[in-house]
T-cell receptor
Framework: KNQVEQSPQSLIILEGKNCTLQCNYTVSPFSNLRWYKQDTGRGPVSLTI?????NTKSNGRYTATLDADTKQSSLHITASQLSDSASYICVVRDSGTYKYIFGTGTRLKVLA | NAGVTQTPKFQVLKTGQSMTLQCAQDMNHNSMYWYRQDPGMGLRLIYYSASEGTTDKGEVPNGYNVSRLNKREFSLRLESAAPSQTSVYFCASSEAFWGGGNQPQHFGDGTRLSIL
């Protein structure tokens, strides 16, 4: 069964610190992998999209990596800010059905 | 440029009542989607419309119907609401369902629906 698993479920860090969120997937055939940020009470917003041939992509202080061989991705947040407090969702697209499989997200809280 | 707009933002229904959730996008996207988000679960696809004039079932379509009214609007209807349909509903759009390359889905801010 196609699945996307994220860890940790939740994370608390101090402002200014770095953190890394993990995503493992079993989706096959693979099209692309996306990271979304979802603020409380809002819809998800796209951070990065990576295809099979890309192993890193950055968006400001957010850097995503992809290892298509091991089916793992990570999202690294540098110099965290209070505004980074949100849920981060990993999404993998199935290239056979074109559908998106969503992880359950990592809830990040950044403390002052 | 509003993106994806959903109405209403909140709604409380009694079991057995019906209602329609509205969604409109102003990005000239071809494809639109309805998802539900429940605690501890990833977003699950209810229905999607790959292009104007077409609709297809997603992962959890039971108890729902949809209408792609035109290219901009895609509505979700609950004919006889049940407590199990208490959830947050998100509408999304993208340039193309088939292929679509690296284009992201754009989401509205959701409708929070409680069914008593």
């Amino acid at each position: 069964k196609n699945q996307v698993e994220q860890s940790p479920q939740s994370l608390i860090i101090l402002e200014g610190k770095n953190c890394t969120l993990q995503c493992n997937y079993t989706v096959s055939p693979f099209s692309n992998l996306r990271w979304y940020k979802q603020d409380t009470g809002r819809g998800p917003v796209s951070l990065t999209i990576m295809t099979f041939s890309e192993n890193t992509k950055s968006n400001g202080r957010y850097t995503a990596t992809l290892d298509a061989d091991t089916k793992q991705s990570s999202l690294h947040i540098t110099a965290s800010q209070l505004s980074d407090s949100a849920s981060y969702i990993c999404v993998v697209r199935d290239s056979g059905t074109y559908k998106y499989i969503f992880g359950t997200g990592t809830r990040l809280k950044v403390l002052a | 440029n509003a993106g994806v707009t959903q109405t209403p933002k909140f709604q409380v229904l009694k079991t057995g009542q019906s209602m329609t959730l509205q969604c409109a996008q102003d990005m000239n996207h071809n494809s639109m989607y309805w998802y539900r988000q429940d605690p501890g679960m990833g977003l699950r696809l209810i229905y999607y419309s790959a292009s104007e004039g077409t609709t297809d079932k997603g992962e959890v379509p039971n108890g729902y119907n949809v209408s792609r009214l035109n290219k901009r609007e895609f509505s979700l209807r609950l004919e006889s609401a049940a407590p199990s349909q208490t959830s947050v509903y998100f509408c999304a759009s993208s340039e193309a369902f088939w292929g679509g390359g690296n284009q992201p889905q754009h989401f509205g801010d959701g409708t929070r629906l409680s069914i008593l």
